[in-house]
């Protein structure tokens, strides 16, 4: 009995320590950066979801330094906003979806910003950071690998200039998980037209994957994906996406954003950058949700067993 009591004691200290420490170093980003951290936010009906997830995991993050918050209703005008970042003593400001960043940049065009709910880059917003709508690609070479462990090949069609930042640690990821990278770069819809035709027409659906980044605006359109879809279905070849709703249609897999962690994720970052005078830091999305179309899969002769299923968060297709 003394020896339990002991035991639970030594665990009770150990709590208490951590505990010490966690507020230690949240005091400390506190004394560096006293503002409190603003979130300007849409919340349209659809998403209400997506962002009471956000909030959440940004309040955990903050690890109790609750943010303020502007919501740009219908009413809200850029005055209002003016005079909430004015009086609110706000920093850092994090702006969440693309709507927030545009109301933002016309009051503070140049003004370092952190955002999430957006694809990002650092060619075309040299001072906004945070957290991108793009996974990354370690997260999504390791999905897959687990998914299809005897495959060995990884194609990835991609914008070079929005997308090299993702790209450039994607190989070495892949050597990681046993698998070879093969990058298809594509400014144009033409041209990517044909590298995925080629990828399709060429590679082997026995070894090989297509990964199609989730942003996709000017290189692939709806007919790209249809077109993808049915030849992917006719040749039993296996598809990745970054958006849930391709694998609703019938990619074989892919993910979508834990919007809690992502929050924590872009707390982090603004702890961090709150320390630091260099440019916003700029993060891929680190957790998500593997999404599993089965109806894909037996048509791609995969076995759905329990363990299969078991790895997937989400699966849609089931009849």
Do not use: C
Request: hydrophobic content about 40%.
């Amino acid at each position: 009995m003394g020896g339990a009591n002991s035991k639970l004691s030594r665990r009770e200290l150990i709590a208490a320590a951590l505990s010490s420490l966690t507020a230690a170093a949240v005091g400390a980003a506190r004394a560096q950066n006293p503002a409190r951290p603003g979130v300007i936010f849409d919340a349209p009906e659809p998403y209400r979801f997506v962002y009471s997830e956000l909030f959440r995991g940004l309040e955990s993050g903050f690890s109790g330094r609750d943010p303020d918050r502007f919501q740009l209703r219908d009413d809200a005008s850029e005055t209002d906003l003016r005079l909430w970042l004015q009086s609110s003593e706000i920093d850092p400001v994090l702006a969440l979806g693309q709507r927030s960043i545009d109301a933002y940049r016309r009051i503070e065009p140049s003004r370092p910003i952190l955002s999430a709910l957006t694809y990002l880059d650092p060619d075309s917003a040299p001072n906004n950071g945070g957290v991108s709508l793009e996974f990354e690609p370690d997260i999504v070479i390791g999905a897959i690998k687990e998914f299809l462990p005897s495959y060995a090949r990884v194609h990835v069609v991609f914008h070079p200039r929005r997308d090299g930042w993702l790209l450039d640690r994607a190989s070495s990821s892949a050597r990681m998980f046993g698998m070879r990278l093969i990058e298809s770069p594509s400014t144009t819809l033409s041209e990517s037209t044909a590298n995925i035709s080629n990828v399709l027409r060429l590679a082997n659906p026995r070894t090989d994957v297509l990964w199609l980044l989730g942003r996709r605006d000017g290189i692939v359109n709806d007919d790209t994906i249809r077109t993808i879809i049915a030849r992917a279905w006719r040749d039993r070849f296996p598809v990745f996406s970054s958006s849930r709703g391709l694998v609703d249609r019938g990619f074989l897999l892919g993910g979508q954003p834990d919007f809690y962690e992502m929050g924590r994720q872009l707390a982090a970052l603004a702890l961090r950058g709150a320390s630091e005078e260099n440019e916003p830091p700029l993060e891929a999305t680190r957790r998500f949700r593997t999404v599993l179309n089965v109806r894909t899969a037996r048509r791609l002769g995969l076995s759905i067993t329990p363990q299969l299923r078991s790895l997937a968060d989400v699966v849609v297709g089931d009849e």
